[in-house]
């Protein structure tokens, strides 16, 4: 795929996928025809990249994550240990929100009751 195409079809403006190839995170991206050509190993990497920032990576959290990543060798415990953690924060985030859904129920039930009281 060129980079125009990938830029289309993952809604990736094309300075961004740049950026990403001066990271080094993509292969030696092959010019054909004076055209930049991703293959299938680049684009595993670019979904990973769209994935880590889904479930709420920063960018220097991706960057580092793809590099233990792209080395392959023994870096299984840092990365499951980073998951973890982001795991853990997104756990806390929930519960946070599910706090402030009972306290919001609450004030509509005392509403509610007020005006059942009141009729």
């Known amino acids: 795929m060129t980079r125009e195409e990938v ?10 996928l740049r950026e990403y190839e001066s990271w080094g995170w993509c ?12 293959d299938d190993w680049d684009l595993k990497n670019l979904s990973m990249i769209m994935t880590l920032y889904d479930i709420g990576f920063c960018v220097d959290e991706v960057e580092h994550y793809m590099r233990l990543l792209l080395e392959k060798e023994n870096t299984e ?16 985030e929930i519960h946070s929100c599910e706090k402030r859904l009972d306290r919001l129920d609450y004030l509509r039930y005392e509403i509610c009751k007020d005006t059942n009281t009141k009729n």
């Open 77 to 92: 415990i840092e990365r499951i240990q980073i998951l973890n953690k982001k795991r853990s924060a997104v756990l806390d």
């Open 7 to 16: 830029s289309r079809q993952y809604h990736i403006p094309v300075e961004i």
């Open 27 to 38: 292969s030696i991206i092959k010019k054909v025809m004076d055209t930049h050509q991703y």
